[in-house]
């Protein structure tokens, strides 16, 4: 083709394929109907809100500062701050997880720096929370009853941003924050990363204290001033947890699980795990294991 006044040759047009993702931008995540569930002290790099959604399903520990969460409660945990989770899950008892990564809250606020949010217990009952508490509503709803309509994407993109918003508006802390409003340090998350990683084999938090170049009680002392518990007690709750998992997904014997999750003797598993649940690894399993089909 050529455009006669200049002579010049016109490139042809051609389609071009746009592969427009429909995915949203923060996760929403129903944690349905699973009993007793703990969720060890962790941190991430995204703003995390835990949604009451149905009754009093058990505690969140938010930085030092523990929570009893009610229906129709929010609870805010800023960015890269340590938090854990004690619960109940039923059909009476249920949370709603809203996670904002902080890539995508720093385009959305126009910052490199992202916001301090506070209070971090919220009554979305409460008048103010109004716009917020619909916001939050719409998410929830769109997870409980998805839906693969268009609309019903559009509708909870723009629940995304009003919620952005009205967090922005109402909860943006400008002056001093608060321990619970501030990211773990790093020798803690060193620390915490060790423990994850190496749970399975013999611990010695002396020799972790060390490798961070603290004496054992600074180090001991520290560490439960940002997480709550003790470096040992940590480490007991992460075998826990782990065996736990394996009770619920695998048919390895009770022994071997032990064994597995770096408890000493069947015996010590059997003790913390009662301690813990008021009963024991195998009436757990046959009350709460999913049912699966084994070959």
């Not at 009770?254 to 195998?282: C, D, H, W």
Request: charged letters at 15%.
């Amino acid at each position: 083709m050529t455009d006669r006044r200049r002579g010049v040759s016109m490139p042809h047009p051609y389609h071009e394929r746009l592969n427009f993702k429909t995915e949203l931008p923060l996760r929403v995540i129903s944690h349905g109907t699973v009993g007793p569930k703990m969720v060890l002290p962790h941190w991430h790099r995204a703003v995390e809100l835990a949604y009451a959604y149905r009754g009093q399903p058990g505690t969140v520990h938010i930085g030092r500062s523990t929570y009893h969460m009610l229906a129709d409660h929010l609870y805010v945990i800023n960015s890269e701050v340590v938090h854990s989770y004690e619960t109940f899950l039923d059909e009476d008892n249920q949370i709603v997880t809203l996670l904002l990564p902080a890539s995508w809250l720093r385009n959305a606020v126009a910052d490199e720096q992202l916001p301090v949010w506070g209070p971090l217990d919220l009554d979305l009952q409460s008048a103010v929370y109004q716009p917020l508490a619909k916001a939050v509503q719409t998410l929830v709803a769109g997870v409980i009853t998805p839906s693969s309509a268009r609309s019903a994407y559009l509708t909870s993109l723009g629940a995304e941003y009003q919620l952005v918003g009205q967090l922005l508006k109402h909860l943006t802390v400008n002056g001093q924050v608060t321990s619970d409003q501030l990211p773990l340090p790093a020798p803690l998350r060193q620390a915490v990363t060790e423990l994850q990683e190496n749970y399975a084999q013999p611990v010695s938090i002396a020799n972790l204290a060390e490798q961070l170049n603290y004496s054992s009680v600074y180090f001991s002392r520290y560490f439960k001033d940002y997480m709550g518990i003790s470096p040992k007690a940590y480490l007991g709750q992460i075998r826990l947890e782990r065996a736990t998992s394996l009770l619920m997904t695998s048919q390895d014997s009770i022994q071997n699980i032990a064994l597995k999750t770096g408890f000493s003797t069947e015996k010590n598993f059997f003790v913390t795990f009662k301690q813990y649940y008021q009963m024991t690894p195998r009436t757990y399993r046959q009350r709460y294991s999913a049912q699966q089909s084994w070959s």
